[in-house]
C-alpha cells in the first residue's frame, strides 16, 4: 500500500515536471501572432514594432496608412533598435506624443504642418524639425548604444591605465 502511494505521487510529480518543461520549450509567440495595435495620444495616431521579420513585415503592410515612419538602428552594430524615446511636439511647443518604441519600427500619422521630432536612446536625443505634407516622410535614426563594457574597466595590475 505505502509503496503503491509512493509510485503514484512519484509519477504525479514525473506529469508536473514534464507540463513545465514543456510549457517552458515552447517557442514565444512571435508579433505574426499579434495583431499590430494603432494607439493614439492627444489625438495622434501611431504604431510600433517589427522586432521579428513577421512583425516586420506586418508593419510593411500597413506602413502606408502613416505619413511619418521611422526606423531605428544601433549606430555601432547596425542591427535593429527597439527602446528608443519617441516626441512629437508642435510648433507652439506641446507635446503631441511622447512614447517608447516596442520595436525598431515606428509609424506615425500626423496633420500637415511643421513639428520638432525627437528620437532618444540612453539619454541621447537626435532632434529633427520636420514638415509633414502631402508626401510620407521616411526617416533613418541610427542611435549609439552604450553596452555595459563601455561602462567599466577591469583591472587586476596595481596601476591601471586609462583608456
Do not use: K
Amino acid at each position: 500500500m505505502q509503496l503503491a502511494r509512493s509510485v503514484c505521487v512519484g509519477l504525479s510529480t514525473l506529469a508536473a515536471a514534464l507540463t513545465v518543461v514543456g510549457c517552458a520549450t515552447r517557442a514565444a509567440p512571435s508579433e505574426a501572432d499579434v495583431p499590430v495595435q494603432v494607439i493614439e495620444q492627444h489625438g495622434t495616431p501611431y504604431v510600433s514594432g517589427g522586432n521579428d521579420e513577421a512583425g516586420r513585415l506586418r508593419m510593411l503592410d500597413i506602413a502606408a496608412r502613416f505619413n511619418v515612419r521611422l526606423s531605428m538602428f544601433n549606430a555601432g552594430s547596425g542591427a535593429p533598435l527597439g527602446g528608443a524615446t519617441v516626441v512629437v511636439a508642435a510648433p507652439d511647443g506641446r507635446r503631441l506624443l511622447s512614447a517608447i518604441a516596442t520595436g525598431p519600427l515606428f509609424y506615425i500619422l500626423l496633420q500637415p504642418g511643421a513639428y520638432s521630432l525627437a528620437v532618444g536612446y540612453q539619454g541621447r536625443d537626435q532632434m529633427r524639425d520636420i514638415v509633414v505634407g502631402e508626401r510620407p516622410l521616411d526617416y533613418t535614426f541610427q542611435l549609439p548604444v552604450n553596452t555595459l563594457e563601455d561602462d567599466w574597466l577591469l583591472c587586476q595590475a596595481a596601476e591601471c591605465q586609462r583608456r
